[in-house]
């Protein structure tokens, strides 16, 4: 019995040890969870509300200072956090200072929170390559501090998946997939 109880701390030990959370604000959050839901070695993705001082920001109330944004949490044994920020940007307009898509206002201005000097050194870097590769326009997206993240109810969590029609016409009348791929051209995203 006490090799068991070992054996099984060991094996929460490990995977505590191996989980990261990465929070990115892209817009419509219902676009963003579905980008990351289904990756190997993400566990989990929450909708959410980040980078604002009020407390328990609402959907439908008072979010004001905060972005949309997402919670990701992965196994970076099996996704880095590279390749997670290689996703956000395949999936946001980095020009657009003003919002994303057809929804404009400061709650859906695009943005990577990062956690730590590792995460801000990977941030950096990758923003410079987008700085670079379109060096004719400015990249709004900003790169910032990641503080609390506060979860929306439960009904929009996975909206993509409990709505489907509804999520798909909300997309594509959103022009999302549009501007996307004149972007990113082949590289961009679109779930």
């Not at 201005?109 to 390559?129: C, D, G, P, W, Y």
């Amino acid at each position: 019995m006490r090799n068991l109880v070992l054996f099984l701390t060991l094996i929460v030990m490990h995977s505590e040890t191996f989980a990261a959370k990465a929070i990115f604000a892209g817009g419509c959050f219902w676009c963003m969870e579905a980008e990351y839901q289904d990756l190997d070695g993400v566990s989990d993705v929450i909708s959410g509300f980040t980078g604002g001082t009020l407390k328990n920001p609402t959907y439908s109330g008072n979010h004001r200072g905060h972005y949309e944004a997402v919670e990701i949490t992965y196994d970076p044994d099996i996704i880095s956090y590279k390749t997670l920020i290689d996703i956000f940007w395949h999936n946001i307009d980095p020009f657009d200072a003003k919002g994303q898509f057809c929804d404009k206002g400061p709650s859906y201005r695009s943005a990577v929170f990062t956690a730590n000097e590792r995460e801000r050194k990977i941030a950096n870097e990758s923003l410079q390559v987008v700085q670079k590769q379109f060096s004719q326009q400015t990249v709004a997206t900003e790169i910032l501090n990641a503080g609390d993240f506060w979860p929306v109810v439960e009904s929009h969590q996975d909206y993509y998946k409990k709505n489907p029609l509804r999520y798909r016409f909300y997309r594509s009348g959103c022009g999302r997939d549009r501007t996307l791929k004149k972007i990113w051209g082949d590289a961009a995203g679109g779930h």
